[in-house]
């Protein structure tokens, strides 16, 4: 590892060139397209993956036959919650591709320790907006400007909450909407604020499909699970207000549901992971960064399902 902000080691710094256009832009597909079917992905899980597995869908199912990670190579990335889940999964992915890695997490975990990453930037909680902005300061003195973002960090709180059985915990609602809606705000802005972006810089917003009012009418047809939905419903309609704002920045912002991951997080879940596709992290970190290559100023601020590369409603 290069740089390690408590217990700082050795820099490393390589050669980076801009980061290139990407291949495939999703406007003339979306322009083209005759149905709601084809342009947005299925609300019910289950059914979801059925059809995908009906129709032998190989971007569904094998996303090593689509996933091409080489774009990553020399590109300087940072993430946060790089430290476990979904966010290890992805920064061992990066490392794999050759892209100069940074971390940013509240603690390291030895499995981070062994990722081979270029920097950690430990004792960052996400919701610490001066923690962010010396990280920010950090990151761009130990080898400057950097390509992509990855707001990975999330929390979803365990116990489901409804109004009927008096369960709503009102403080774990503002502690979810703080870490998954304003914290991706919050680290995007002192990104840009203190010029860490170069020129063609994006940002991805790890969201979830739990965001889509819309899908809520078929995944939640008696309601309930207010802070986590809230949560990222509130995290969609920044990442859409910030993709308007930084247009002018050339910055394109990418709100990206990351499908179903075995992860801690889905732990609650684990009787529904086989029957509504969750994978291992690894697939899903390499679906994430799939769609992650597709994010440009022509599909700035849509929000994609990773599991098939269509869009979600809001
Ligand atoms: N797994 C899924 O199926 C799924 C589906 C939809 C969306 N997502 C989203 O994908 C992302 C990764 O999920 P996951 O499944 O990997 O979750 P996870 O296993 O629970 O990991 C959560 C990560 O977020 C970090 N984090 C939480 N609160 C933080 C804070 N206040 N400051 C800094 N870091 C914080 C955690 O760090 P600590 O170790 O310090 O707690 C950890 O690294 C999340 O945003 C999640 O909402 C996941």
Not at 233 to 256: H, P
């Amino acid at each position: 590892m290069a740089f390690h902000v408590r217990g700082l080691r050795s820099l490393r710094v390589s050669p980076i060139s801009p980061i290139s256009k990407p291949t495939r832009s999703r406007l003339p597909l979306l322009a083209s397209m005759s149905s709601d079917s084809e342009r947005y992905s299925l609300p019910d899980q289950v059914a979801r993956f059925a059809r995908a597995n009906e129709e032998k869908n190989t971007r569904f199912l094998d996303i090593d036959s689509v996933y091409d990670g080489s774009y990553l190579k020399g590109k300087r990335v940072v993430i946060t919650g790089g430290n476990r889940g979904l966010g290890l999964a992805t920064t061992r992915e990066l490392v794999a591709q050759g892209a100069e890695t940074i971390v940013i997490c509240r603690s390291s975990t030895p499995e981070l320790d062994e990722a081979g990453v270029t920097g950690i930037v430990e004792g960052v909680d996400v919701t610490d907006a001066e923690a962010l902005a010396a990280a920010a300061d950090e990151i761009m003195a130990k080898g400057g400007a950097i390509d992509i973002l990855l707001n990975n960090a999330g929390y979803f709180y365990g116990p489901e909450e409804n109004v009927l059985d008096d369960s709503l915990n009102f403080d774990e609602q503002l502690k979810q909407i703080d870490i998954c809606a304003v914290a991706p705000l919050r680290v995007s802005s002192a990104f840009v604020n203190k010029g860490l972006f170069k020129e063609g810089g994006r940002i991805v917003i790890i969201s979830s499909q739990a965001g889509s009012a819309a899908w809520r009418l078929v995944q939640n047809p008696e309601g309930g699970d207010y802070g986590h939905h809230m949560s990222r419903a509130a995290c969609n309609i920044a990442g859409v207000l910030l993709a308007q704002e930084l247009r002018s920045k050339g910055i394109a912002v990418g709100l990206l549901h990351p499908g179903f991951n075995k992860t801690g997080m889905t732990k609650k879940y684990e009787h529904i992971w086989e029957v509504e596709g969750a994978v291992d992290a690894s697939v899903g970190a390499k679906r994430v960064l799939h769609e992650t290559k597709a994010i440009s100023m022509e599909t700035t601020g849509l929000f994609i399902n990773c599991e098939d590369g269509l869009e979600i409603p809001f």
